[in-house]
């Protein structure tokens, strides 16, 4: 007499389906980045627009189903990545406000962080240079330019993410294209524009 072996498989991430016999399926999610890298960008999107805890997870915001779905339909027609979208929610190029979506370009953003960033690079340059004609120990040395590479690195991080990049991602998705023209001295007031997601015109507001 022999005994006969069951086969449990386990089907993670996937759809459940209807079993018989001996065989036994189970629908697991494991964690929530399992979860995302199995399912398609049009389910993520879904489950987005209903979830408010998924939606905080993927654009780290909270918001209501209205401004959910809108924000979703940005992405979508704009055919933005999820860390697009959270870079523009971040340097507040895309803001919320009530049940709008608003466009809020920031033209002097790009060009103030490229001054900030000459600025800071002439006087980390200027402090290298003056350790290096210094008669300071070189440890002391070795050190002090660590430091200042440091604060030079993060300066140029947090002005490229929150000052430039958004602003490439206006220009590269196409969201510019779809603001009403203005002359220069309007497009410098950074006055907001509401995305409408169902035709090629914002309205302003």
């Known amino acids: 007499?022999?005994?006969?072996?069951?086969?449990?498989?386990?089907?993670?991430?996937?759809?459940?389906?209807?079993?018989?016999?001996?065989?036994?399926?189970?629908?697991?999610?494991?964690?929530?980045?399992?979860?995302?890298?199995?399912?398609?960008?049009?389910?993520?999107?879904?489950?987005?627009?209903t979830n408010q805890r998924m939606f905080k997870y993927r654009f780290g915001l909270t918001a209501n189903s209205t401004v959910r779905s809108k924000i979703i339909a940005i992405k979508s027609r704009y055919n933005l990545t999820d860390p697009e979208v959270k870079s523009l929610l971040d340097s507040g190029q895309i803001r919320i406000k009530q049940q709008e979506v608003l466009a809020t370009p920031d033209r002097l953003s790009p060009i103030l962080g490229i001054v900030l960033l000459i600025i800071v690079s002439f006087i980390c340059g200027l402090n290298i240079f003056s350790i290096s004609v210094a008669q300071a120990s070189p440890w002391g040395a070795l050190i002090a330019v660590g430091m200042i590479f440091i604060i030079w690195g993060i300066c140029i991080y947090y002005t490229k993410k929150f000052m430039v990049t958004p602003w490439r991602i206006l220009e590269r998705s196409g969201i510019l294209k779809d603001i009403p023209a203005s002359n220069i001295l309007d497009s410098l007031l950074m006055r907001s524009f509401i995305v409408d997601t169902n035709y090629n015109t914002h309205n302003q507001s």
């Open 1 to 49: 007499m022999t005994n006969q072996a069951n086969t449990t498989n386990i089907n993670i991430a996937d759809k459940q389906r209807n079993a018989s016999r001996d065989y036994y399926e189970f629908n697991l999610m494991p964690s929530i980045k399992l979860y995302m890298a199995t399912r398609s960008d049009d389910d993520l999107d879904r489950v987005a627009a």
